[in-house]
């Protein structure tokens, strides 16, 4: 099976220290996210990348938070200067998104980032 | 208000039994509707679309209600197995960035 696959998967930091999360999108989709889960949040939109290029990083704090995608097998999160409140699972996801109809919503995660600052 | 609201639960029934959970949304434009599960401290995964004229898929049928912005998933005869937590997912427009998840109703099957 395809699978989307991320490193690390837990971290465990001090406030103040680099964090960079790593993606490796299914080949083949053309669309990547990140997502941060929290209980008290559920589901959060960070970034959302298509054919590479970032259209939506409104739900990051841009103050510290930074999403790329070097290229097409490869999107990073970083977060610098991590605190404790990011403490929580980050996940990526890709799609394959195309100009019509069904299947074009439909995400596959990958295993999930913990992190946890200390 | 929140676009995509679910009841947290738990839902705690035994094993055979039909649970069903509601979903609600708040943009009437949306156009897509999902299930995603996702089990204990693993990521979520595709459960079933949600259409229009509602669809079953083995023990899992889901429904949708346009008039009343709200879709359903109704488990039958429950498994052990089927205990995680159930991620309700609406879509509006072709476009895989106005994805907005629910928080999840967690279920957990009992002996």
């Known amino acids: 099976d395809a699978r989307v696959t991320q490193t690390p998967r837990h971290k465990v930091t001090e406030m103040g220290q680099e964090v960079t999360m790593r993606c490796q999108p299914i080949?083949?989709?053309?669309?990547v996210f990140w997502y941060r889960q929290t209980m008290m949040q559920g589901l959060e939109l960070l970034a959302y990348?298509?054919?590479?290029?970032?259209l939506d990083d409104s739900g990051m704090p841009k103050d510290r938070f930074s999403a790329e995608m070097p290229d097409a097998t490869l999107a990073t999160l970083k977060i610098q200067p991590s605190e404790p409140r990011d403490s929580a699972v980050y996940f990526c996801?890709?799609?394959?998104?195309?100009?019509w109809g069904a299947g074009a919503n439909v995400l596959t995660f990958g295993a999930g980032s913990r992190l946890t600052v200390l | 208000r929140k676009e995509v609201e679910q009841d947290p639960g738990p839902f705690n029934v035994p094993e055979g039994a039909t649970v069903a959970f509601n979903c609600t949304y708040s943009?009437?434009?949306?156009?897509?509707f999902f299930w995603y599960r996702q089990d204990c401290r693993k990521e979520p995964k595709l459960l079933m679309s949600?259409?229009?004229s509602g669809n079953e898929d083995g023990r899992f049928t889901a429904q949708l209600n346009r008039a009343s912005q709200y879709i359903s998933l109704l488990i039958r005869d429950s498994k052990l197995s089927d205990s995680a937590t159930y991620l309700c997912?609406?879509?509006?427009?072709?476009?895989?960035?106005?994805?907005?998840f629910g928080k999840g109703t967690k279920l957990s099957v009992k002996p």
């Open positions: 080949l083949g989709h053309n669309t």
């Open positions: 949600v259409y229009s």
């Open positions: 990348f298509r054919n590479r290029a970032p």
């Open positions: 996801a890709s799609g394959l998104e195309t100009t």
């Open positions: 997912v609406v879509a509006y427009g072709g476009s895989q960035g106005n994805l907005i």
């Open positions: 943009n009437s434009a949306s156009q897509s």
